[in-house]
């Protein structure tokens, strides 16, 4: 169980920030916000080196992904990373350390310095120097192939190096209790010791620099066995057994002068270096070795000036898929404004730099994790690799960032998402008829990417567990996430009408978690579903009839009864309809005197700080703004127990849906203004709960300024719920049925509102201070 941190609250404290001057926002005179999106004004500029990777800048294609930084010693280094670089530990670990020197340096103290991270292009631009040279590199990890591109271009003639510089040199074991922390589930009480296998640079290749790491050992089928699974073994791959990843550095003007090392052998006016990366399993590491270098190889012969180009293209029409671009004309929030809209397109940035690649985004750190040998505290002095909570997905924090990407319009960053549970369906059905001896499947709320629980979570001493329970109290009945990824299945579905993918995945998938929700439990003596033994989230270790199952099961059946009827039978249809119709009512309670929800019929035993009455309101939607019972169930939004934000706490979203404009505002901006100021860059949220950059910090800002603006439910869209009247905006957004809203709010008016397809707006409710 990913349980609470108490020093949440101080961290948060300590990190925050919230005005800022000019300079350190970022603003230029160039441009102005809706010149183009997003505006110039919202790329991050910096007019200094950094002073190590916490300075670092993030970029990526989806899949590779780099934190570069400059350093004063006329260094150019970053990062590299990807998002399937699973180690045998099944740790996601960086690939690399690039160092790019350069002399004479072009960085040193006095000389003038401007990096920049040009949103529109994806593209980072550093120009330094002084009067007698000026030295201009361009950073882009092309968006259509997995390369990191650097140009350089110098006024005068410079001598330059690159190298790669590996960490895991040797074979080490984790001792330290907090960096193991990084290797969660594994370990432990009656565990195997943790250990590090080293990376290996080629010394005998002729095609660049090539380094690399090679899974020779998996923790894979001990994983199955201990959960009684060893029947999927044999007729299933080992996922992480010979999965290798590495880079290839090339470069035409510099040659090799070392197995890590390419050098000029003259100083140039002007020179390029790729960084190819790839993951992949392989017979051996000589296939790797030649898979990478044909990959480097056929994009080499594509015209580079036309990639660059065509890198751009993905880029602005990325941004063209939808925006909300805010201002102010009260002085006292222009900073605070500035952020939030700023740093909406900075987190939506940060989403499409990670999220078409192999796996989903990981909720802790993303691929943009650096070292910390310079964050002072209890964490200092781990290598880049490192990640509170390691390499397990944790449906609470992972299902955020995607539910920010439907009204973005951003369906192709949800794919991985959906691609790990569809890949999963086998060994969860299978788990399901191991232990409980029906039809089904259940997702764990903490799970591998290939589907299970991880081994402590599990538990290794199963002398007092029947198989399928957890020897985690806090996971052990923890499956409604099923229920939720179900409904974000039919929710893109309702955006996209992809057929293919409501044959292929949605339909696979949902209705074997409803098999298993049906089938799971019996019914009591009037024929209702008994939820018994049950636990409502983490937060209450035992429950009768928890309130999230019932409003999901309910919600996800209404769902399914409106696909199309060519692609439901009738079976199912009967047994959706016969599902809704055996839910116990939706638990409720008294509260000095007022009828308000409740997080189960039955609850105690609580363990941690969620409001599981509140998914009622997100992400299940049963009430809401124009529907029956707002008004309890804004009573219950104000008896919540736990009211703050930050981390993966959603009070800002539920507030939105609630139509509660001020506390909306209030908590969103709080998010966007709240960063670790002990990073440069101004999305570095956290660590939170969690880790550096917390990605569920910055999507829970992202889901509730969209709902502020815009809803969905039932056919209906509800525009401007609660919207400020003192932020002016124009914004493009994406509601079911592929249609696209776009609309223009000044001084508290509503001045431009279009619908794409155009008989779309009859479907429109405007609400809030604009009805």
Known sequence: MKQTVIIFTFLFIFFSTFAQTD????????????????????????????????????????????????????????????????????????????????????????????????????????????????????????????????????????????????????????????????????????????????????????????????????????????????????????????????????????????????????????????????????????????????????????????????????????????????????????????????????????????????????????????????????????????????????????????WSMLESGDFDLMQPLFKMYRDALPIRKLATKTYYKHKGAFFPETMNFWGTYTDTNYGRDRSELPPGMTQNLYIRYYWQSGLEVSLMMLDYYAFTQDEAFLKETLLPVVTEVIHFFDQHWGRDKNGKILFDPAMALETYRKAINPLPEIVGINKVCSELLKLPKSEISNKQQKQWKRLIGELPEIPTQIVDGKKMLAPAHQFSEKQNIENPELYAIFPYRAFGVEKEGLEMARRTFANRAYKETGGWQQNAIKAAYLGLTDEAAKLTSTNFNTWNRAYRFPTNWGPNFDWTPDQDHGSVALIALQRMLLQYDNDKIYLLEAWPISWDVEFKLIAPRNTIVEGEITNGVLKELKTSPSNRDKNIIIGGSYR
């Open 23 to 402: 300079e350190e926002l970022g603003l230029h005179s160039e441009g102005g916000p809706w010149n183009f999106y997003p505006s110039k004004e919202y790329n991050v500029i910096w007019n200094s080196p950094s002073q190590n990777s916490m300075g670092s800048m993030p970029a990526g294609n989806g899949d590779i992904g780099i934190n570069l930084w400059v350093e004063e010693n006329g260094d150019l280094l970053f990062y590299l990373s990807k998002t399937d670089a699973w180690s045998e530990n099944a740790r996601l670990l960086k690939i690399g350390k690039i160092r790019l020197s350069l002399s004479p340096n072009p960085f040193i103290n006095g000389n003038k310095f401007l990096q920049e991270l040009i949103l529109q292009d994806g593209v980072i631009q550093i120009e330094a120097g002084n009067n007698e040279n000026t030295v201009t590199i361009r950073t882009w990890i092309d968006a259509n192939n997995p390369v990191v591109e650097m140009d350089v271009i110098s006024k005068s003639p410079i001598s330059a190096k690159v190298i790669t510089e590996p960490w895991r040199t040797e074979r080490r074991q984790i001792i330290n209790s907090t960096e193991l922390h990084s290797a969660y589930g594994l370990g432990g009480e009656g565990g195997s010791n943790v250990f590090v296998e080293k990376d290996e640079v080629v010394k005998d290749s002729d095609e660049g620099v090539i380094w690399l790491h090679r899974n020779e050992r998996s923790v894979w089928a001990d994983n199955l066995k201990l959960q009684g699974l060893e029947q999927f073994i044999n007729k299933n791959n080992d996922p992480l057994l010979h999965r290798t990843f590495g880079g290839l550095i090339r470069s035409v003007e510099l040659k090799k002068t070392a197995p890590n090392k390419l050098k000029s052998a003259k100083p140039l006016n002007k020179f390029s270096v790729s960084v190819y990366a790839l993951t992949s399993q392989t017979k051996s590491q000589k296939e790797w070795i030649s898979q990478i270098t044909e990959k480097a190889k056929t994009i080499e012969s594509l015209d580079r000036t036309e990639r660059l180009e065509n890198h751009k293209m993905w880029w602005q029409t990325f941004w063209e898929r939808s925006y909300i671009n805010i201002s102010t004309k009260n002085s006292a929030e222009k900073a605070a404004v500035f952020n939030v809209t700023r740093n909406y397109a900075l987190q939506r940035y940060i989403n499409a730099c990670s999220g078409r690649g192999g796996s989903p985004i990981k909720f802790n750190g993303s691929i943009f994790t650096v070292d910390t040998e310079n964050l002072e505290g209890n964490f200092k002095g781990f290598d880049a690799d490192y990640r509170r909570w390691g390499g397990p997905f944790w449906w609470q924090n992972t299902r955020l960032p995607y």
